[in-house]
């Protein structure tokens, strides 16, 4: 099955929904990182307003590298996950350590930073650099399970991937422009707003013979035999369509044209797979990799954030708290809510485990943000 005209849908598709999201009228990568994390699991709307504010508070990935471990998480705080938080200093600390501040381009340097898995580093590589690549989020997988794999139960994201590749188009010669802030912002002709944006939760799954790349690349979108060979539920991809690059065979789709980028093409697919969860049954349940997210009331998960939240309200007025007291507070939350009340070794267990995780500090039985 040649693949042209499910690219042409989705590109089609991609000019009918676009969003003009703040996040996708820059070529920084640190501002598209950020918005990558923050896209996980969080409505697009709250991450419009916390984008802008965060980038208000730390506007470079020196300003976040040099901000205070308590700086970080009040900046943070009603985001939920205060890991990603952590992550975020931490791989920010690395980038100015090691890269002098400039964010490298390869999958392999991306993914070694802490919190950058497989899809966010894809999505810094498509969104700032214009890098193809394997970027396999829920609403790439929504489109995917939609169009190829039909009623089709428990989808593999191993399945998947050669698709997403093959689909993705070759860069171009874009790249050193694109990195620079120059060109089109968002890669799209005639683009217009619509609904909804981004995934709401993160991906898995990466690949592909040139995304390992750790320098700009200028791309050659020649491609020799047009279309991409698929043959949808579980069929698999034919090498013998693929393009050719520098004589090599080429893993990704040839572009349709000029504007038919990895950076359009992702935002493409991205606003149709939110259009069509809102509009079919949503597709991306039927992958493997779909897990229901469990319930956050009264789970471990809360107590943690709680906990966190107190210490920065502590340390903002120059104090810690205690275990008995922290203990108390819990316990006043919990019976306030109708549950039963904490048990002491469980607040001492979720300290020892923040405190191993870099997020606080005891000295002399008071707990302080680290």
Known sequence: MNMDPFRTLVRTEGVRLYRDLPWRRTRDPYEIWLSEVMLQQTQV????????????RFPSVFALAEAGTAEVLAAWQGMGYNRRA????????????TYDG?????????????????????????FAFDL????L???????????????????????????????????????????????????????????????LTGGSADGGA???????????????????????????????????????????????????????????????????KKTVPNPSRRA?????????????RQKRAEIVRQLLDAQAHGEGRDLASLVTSLNALEQAAGRSAVERDLVSSILEDLAREGFCREQGGVWRIA
Request: aromatic share 6%; net charge neutral.
């Open 45 to 56: 709307a709250r991450v419009e307003t916390r984008w802008a504010e965060w980038l208000d």
């Open 86 to 97: 952590l992550a975020l200093k931490a791989a920010a600390e690395e980038v100015v350590r």
């Open 102 to 126: 400039v964010f490298p381009t390869g999958v392999k340097e991306l993914t070694a930073l802490p919190g950058i898995g497989p899809a966010t580093a894809q999505g810094i590589r498509s």
């Open 132 to 135: 193809p690549g394997v970027y």
């Open 137 to 199: 989020e829920t609403n790439v997988r929504t489109v995917l399970l939609h169009h190829l794999f039909p009623d089709v139960p428990s989808v593999p994201d191993k399945e998947l991937v050669p698709l997403v590749r093959a689909t993705c188009p070759d860069g171009g010669a874009c790249v050193l422009e694109n990195a620079s802030g120059a060109g089109d912002a968002h890669g799209l002709m005639g683009a217009s707003s619509g609904n909804d944006a981004h995934g």
């Open 210 to 276: 040139r995304d390992g790349a750790s320098g700009p690349v200028r791309c050659d979108a020649r491609g020799g035999k047009g279309g991409v060979g698929c043959v949808p539920a579980r069929g698999g991809v034919s090498s013998g369509a693929r393009g050719e690059a520098r004589g090599e065979v080429n893993p990704f789709a040839t572009p349709q044209d000029a504007q038919d980028t990895p950076r359009a093409w992702y935002y493409a697919m991205l606003d149709y797979g939110a259009y069509l």
């Open 288 to 300: 493997k990799a779909y897990t229901r997210q469990s319930r956050f009331e009264g789970s471990r």
